[in-house]
């Protein structure tokens, strides 16, 4: 009997799945603090975690639960701030891999972290960039996350904060970009990643017990759903580092499965 | 702080530092990050004086800024985050006061907001980046033409895309304009007798933004002799020529962490949640923690000894481990 786990324990593991050994991690808030920290822990230990704020390599004995949190200051090989850590996310020599959120996404990987509709009179204000825009334009790569439904997976972005690969083909390159874009947009139901040529976003894996179907009922743009495999359940060990080690009071993993 | 030891008279009260140096509709610059180092003793005084039309600039901001939207003292801010992490995602009265459209918004990006701090701080009037190429942070602008004309602290244009003159591929950069705030308010840890700077931990933007400033405001858990910071001056942050006012103030950053003196205080911040919620609650929450403690002495009161000792940091971590932070 496989152990039960909670979708978000699976998105944690799925993004922190993506990260290499020796990869410099431009984390944020919530869950890419622990995919960032559980891949750390298991398979990437020579992974190095910077953040926005100027924390290099701290030694996360605890969760932070803001990029600002004094957990990202402790036990860190340097302490500095935001133009130093933008100066390490830009570095040429630096494969840097950076994880957002978001509110919305387009087929391009294009984000909205800003707000829904009119911009002037918004309907639903959200935080805002932060250093998103930031990574979107600079780092090595973007690992993604959202919750999968038609409401933010849109044709449309009702404010476009952070650009991804814009319309596609080579215009991110176009527009002045010398590097970067979205690699994979991970979600509750599976790992999307985009198109070598197209850059528009594909269904890579589905998460155990979820249908191709169900990834299309929730996107509100054509995805291409044919080249899709499974992804594997969580370990025990995955698991255990994630609870035991990592988020021993949920924070962030919220309520635990049945 | 006896007066003989401040020839410049820079040792004062909060009252004093608001009253002689924040003006109505002053361009207000806030140190610190969402939930760390937010000069929040600083941020009350302001509410108490009933400052009106202060124009904000700010990178990532959470408790301070929040506090004096909510309060009614913001006009206009120029932003790049709104949030206390998982406390509030998205600040709670800056929500509402920017649904509602009292309050004018202009989005930046972090790194973007760094480098028009640090133009300002140099003199120069701008900065080139390459963020946000293609994005609605340049295409969309918060401030109208009309109003850029009008208002001499905004410039013309919210960004200008370019070329790279210095090549010929027709390579593309942002040039941002400088930020030159009125005046910037700063939480620290230590301020030597002479007005020096020590911030521990990260230091954010704080050095950029005071540099940048007309005029700075410091905040600070300790004073100490400026011999003691002069012991070890590499660890210093700020010369004591740029600072105009000094302010001590013991857990001056509650409910936000202070590295090394207190973590953030997630009871008080949960609390906050719920009550800036709804208009009458938020009233409660600023009499009871602002207009009602009429001085940082009063206000610790108010939180109590049992919550200031919780979130007292551990000096080998800088914050309080096993802390509680559901």
Redesign the interface.
């Given at each position: 009997m496989p152990p039960a786990y909670t979708n978000k324990e699976m998105m944690a593991l799925a993004a922190g799945r993506l990260v290499d050994n020796g990869d410099i991690l431009f984390a944020g808030t919530g869950l890419s603090m622990l995919a960032a920290t559980v891949a750390k822990r298991i398979h990437a230990p020579a992974a190095t975690v910077f953040f926005e704020t100027g924390g290099i390599d701290p030694a996360l004995a605890e969760l932070p639960l803001a990029v600002a949190d004094p957990r990202v200051m402790s036990g860190s090989c340097l302490n500095s701030g935001l133009l130093d850590a933008f100066s390490l996310l830009a570095h040429r020599r630096l494969r840097t891999i950076s994880f957002l959120g978001a509110a919305q996404i387009d087929a391009y990987g294009n984000i909205n972290t800003t707000c829904l509709g009119d911009y002037h009179r918004p309907r639903v204000r959200f935080p805002g960039s932060g250093g998103a825009c930031d990574a979107m334009s600079q780092a090595f790569a973007v690992i993604l996350f959202m919750q999968h439904d038609k409401q933010r997976f849109v044709e449309k972005l009702d404010y476009l904060t952070s650009p991804g690969w814009l319309s596609g083909g080579d215009s991110r390159e176009k527009a002045g970009f010398q590097r970067g874009g979205p690699r994979a947009v991970v979600t509750n139901l599976g790992v999307m990643k985009f198109d070598e040529t197209t850059r528009r976003m594909y269904l890579h894996q589905l998460y155990p017990g979820v249908s191709a179907q169900e990834v299309a009922d929730n996107t509100g743009f054509e995805m291409d759903l044919t080249r899709a495999s499974q992804a594997e359940p969580p370990s025990e060990a995955e698991l255990k580092a994630l609870r035991e080690d990592v988020d021993p009071q949920r924070l962030i993993l919220g309520p635990a499965a049945e | 702080m006896s007066e003989g030891n401040d020839p410049q008279g820079k040792f004062m009260s909060a009252e004093e530092a608001v009253r002689r140096f924040v003006k109505d509709g002053d361009l207000v610059t806030i140190g610190?990050?969402?939930?760390?180092r937010n000069p929040m003793a600083l941020a009350r005084e302001i509410i108490r004086q009933g400052r009106r039309d202060l124009h904000l600039a700010v990178?990532?901001h959470g408790q301070a800024m929040d506090l004096l939207v909510g309060a009614g003292c913001v006009r206009r801010i120029e932003?790049?985050?709104?949030?206390?992490?998982?406390?509030a995602?998205?600040?709670i009265r800056?929500?509402r006061a920017?649904?509602s459209?009292e309050l004018e918004?202009e989005?930046?990006?972090?790194?973007?907001m760094?480098?028009r701090f640090?133009a300002g701080a140099l003199n120069l009037p701008f900065m080139p980046c390459?963020?946000?190429?293609?994005?609605?942070?340049l295409?969309?602008w918060?401030f109208s033409p009309e109003l850029r004309q009008r208002e001499g602290k905004l410039a013309r244009h919210k960004a200008v895309v370019t070329e790279n003159p210095f090549g010929d591929t027709g390579?593309?950069?942002v040039l941002l304009p400088a930020l030159t705030p009125d005046v910037a308010l700063i939480h620290a840890q230590y301020v030597g007798d002479d007005g020096t700077v020590r911030i521990k931990?990260?230091?954010?933007?704080?050095?950029?933004q005071a540099r940048a400033a007309s005029r700075v405001i410091v905040s600070c858990e300790e004073i100490v002799p400026a011999a003691y910071l002069r012991q070890d001056p590499d660890q210093n942050s700020l010369p004591h020529f740029l600072i105009d006012a000094v302010v001590r103030a013991p857990y001056g950053a509650h409910p936000t962490?202070c590295?090394y003196f207190y973590?953030?205080d997630p009871r008080h911040l949960n609390m906050y949640r719920r009550e800036a919620g709804e208009d009458e609650s938020f009233r409660g929450y600023l009499k009871r923690w602002v207009f009602d403690a009429p001085d940082q002495e009063s206000y610790l009161a108010q939180v109590g000894t049992s919550d200031l000792i919780r979130i007292r940091?551990n000096s080998q971590?800088?914050?309080a481990?096993g802390l509680?932070?559901?």
């Open positions: - | 610190g990050f969402t939930v760390s990178h990532s932003v790049a985050y709104g949030g206390t992490g998982r406390f995602p998205t600040c800056f929500r920017a649904q459209g918004v989005d930046y990006s972090n790194f973007q760094g480098l640090l390459r963020s946000g190429l293609e994005s609605d942070l295409a969309k918060g390579e593309r950069v931990g990260l230091t954010f933007l704080d050095l950029e962490a590295h973590d953030y940091a971590a800088g914050y481990p509680d932070r559901r």
